[in-house]
């Protein structure tokens, strides 16, 4: 299932009861970003902001949040009923990350009702929220799909990368050379001494932050799987400025280039993180120079409040729940590792945290779990700490988890595995800022850790313990149970049900 664009999108929200328009006049300096926090804290509707503080008329005078903010809304966009369980959702992207339909090039399209070239060029013309009082600036890309192309392969990538509005006409990103895979293009227009052409698309169909957000296997292109997941291609027109291609329904697409000369990087930074801390300090990135700006007309500009916070889960940490843990599961399976049962990622942790269920196959199984996940490149920002449970154990369950490391993880026997110096997110707060040094390091630096709660096979096995190599649980036997439940009126505890 596909929308169009976003307005239908919109509709589709607004036909649920899952959008409000807020009318009263609302500041995009801090206001805008604390009502959308209060309203993730009441897990409330995605918001239409159409009375923005200094936006009345112009340009843009719109503003979209929050679209992705609750499972049942993702659910919904996904083409499921508001309901479905996580299995299922995590199952059905499993299978659709995996496949594709190529784009289908089109002429033209609503995104080239207004072209902007040259000193016309004003970011500021568009309502983009400081979100957070502690910002360095206006977060233009909190949740655009920044398209970029290797130039090898001529293979497009389309992934969520931040950025802020430095001059009218500039916008330093967290843009790390060889890092996410426009880190990896960047790298090689570097080699070549060319600048690299980006065009960062704002306002589509849900699944495009579903998917630029996420990590897609390298050399595969997100607006594919776009297609997909659409079940027909994604209609993409030509840019006017730069080599790539963006959807031909888009609210707004902001072309440029970015050059690898430091001499031209402006500071970004700070930015509240999907840690729910600020990330970093200010620090001078490779920063976008701005060549055009295509959109609707009236068009609608899309963001997202990013970070989470106990009770309060952005959207980025919605999606990453289910992507996060199909995407593990699809490693997983891909590394052929036997008797994975179930992978479940809790949106408080975006995926840094990770608990994959298992019917045991062998002593060193989840070592060999833990180490498939590290050793792909997913596990940039995400799988800082992986927990394996027996089959008996529900994943989704912290009571249930807590009981296991309680009482089968057993740290000197190599339960507790701590991979000390591997990459890992440069926006950490626990990391020390000379580990997170990325003009040093090249990316940040994790010690990841393996917390291996299930059974040991190593103790043998006793014919007291039903021949096993565990003692049994306290819960009574099944006749007992029977026979209990038979008399439960006679003893008078119906009630208790
Ligand atoms: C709201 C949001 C903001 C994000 N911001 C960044 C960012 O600033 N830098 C970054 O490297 N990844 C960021 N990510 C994560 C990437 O989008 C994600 O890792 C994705 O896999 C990147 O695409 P790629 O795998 O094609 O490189 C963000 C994700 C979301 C949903
Ligand atoms: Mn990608």
New binding site residues.
């Given amino acids: 299932m596909g929308f169009m664009d976003l307005r239908q999108w919109l509709g589709l929200l607004e036909k649920n009861g899952d959008l409000r328009r807020i009318g009263a006049e609302v500041h995009w300096d801090r206001e805008l970003g604390a009502v959308a926090r209060r309203v993730l804290e009441k897990k409330g509707p995605a918001l239409l902001f159409e009375n923005i503080t200094g936006y009345p008329s112009g340009r843009c005078t719109r503003l979209f949040t929050g679209g992705l903010g609750d499972r049942r809304r993702l659910a919904l966009a996904l083409g499921f009923p508001r309901d479905v369980g996580n299995a299922e959702l995590v199952q059905y992207v499993m299978g659709k990350n995996r496949q594709t339909i190529a784009p289908r090039i089109v002429k033209t399209g609503p995104v080239k009702e207004v072209v902007v070239k040259g000193a016309a060029i004003d970011q500021n013309e568009f309502p983009v929220p400081r979100w957070h009082h502690l910002e360095g600036g206006r977060y233009i890309h909190?949740?655009s799909g920044i398209v970029t192309r290797d130039p090898d392969t001529r293979v497009m990538?389309?992934?969520?990368?931040?950025?802020m509005i430095g001059r009218p006409d500039t916008a330093p990103?967290?843009?790390?050379k060889g890092?996410?895979?426009?880190?990896h293009h960047f790298q090689k227009y570097s080699d070549r001494g060319e600048p690299m052409p980006v065009a960062c698309v704002v306002g589509w169909d849900p699944i495009m932050?579903f998917l630029?957000?996420?990590?897609?296997p390298a050399g595969v292109c997100?607006w594919d799987v776009m297609g997909a997941y659409r079940g027909e291609p994604a209609e993409l027109v030509r840019c006017e400025t730069v080599d790539l291609e963006v959807p031909a329904t888009a609210e707004i697409v902001i072309e440029g280039l970015i050059r690898d000369d430091p001499s031209a990087w402006e500071l970004e930074g700070p930015?509240g993180e999907?840690t729910g801390h600020l990330s970093d300090v200010p620090t001078p990135r490779p920063t976008m120079k701005v060549t055009c700006i295509t959109h609707r007309r009236d068009p609608i500009f899309r963001g997202?409040l990013?970070g989470t916070l106990p009770g309060s889960y952005?959207?980025?940490s919605v999606?990453?729940a289910i992507q996060r843990a199909g995407i593990a599961w699809n490693i997983l399976t891909g590394a052929g590792i036997p008797g994975i049962r179930d992978v479940h990622v809790h949106p408080i942790t975006n995926g840094v945290n990770i608990v994959v269920q298992i019917r045991k196959a062998y002593q060193g199984q989840p070592k060999q779990i833990a180490a498939a996940l590290w050793g792909n490149s997913?596990a940039?920002?995400r799988y800082k700490h992986v927990i394996v449970v027996d089959d008996d154990i529900a994943p989704s369950s912290y009571e249930q988890i807590d009981w296991a490391i309680a009482h089968r993880m057993n740290a000197g026997e190599g339960g507790l595995v701590v991979f000390p110096g591997i990459f890992g997110s440069p926006i950490d707060p626990s990391t020390p800022m000379e580990d997170r040094d990325v003009s040093r390091l090249g990316t940040g630096l994790w010690n990841r850790v393996l917390i291996d709660a299930t059974r040991s096979w190593k103790f043998e096995r006793r014919p007291e313990w039903g021949n096993e190599r565990f003692p049994p649980t306290v819960r009574p036997a099944a006749e007992d149970e029977a026979r209990v439940r038979a008399r439960w009126s006679e003893l008078g505890l119906e009630d208790l049900g």
Avoid: D, H, K
Avoid at 179 to 183: A, D, I, P, S
Avoid at 212 to 216: H, L, M, R, Y
């Fill in positions: 909190t949740f990538n389309v992934g969520i990368y931040r950025g990103m967290l843009l790390i890092g996410q895979y426009w880190g932050p630029a957000g996420s990590p897609i997100e930015f999907y997202s990013e952005s959207e980025n999606m990453s997913a940039q920002y």
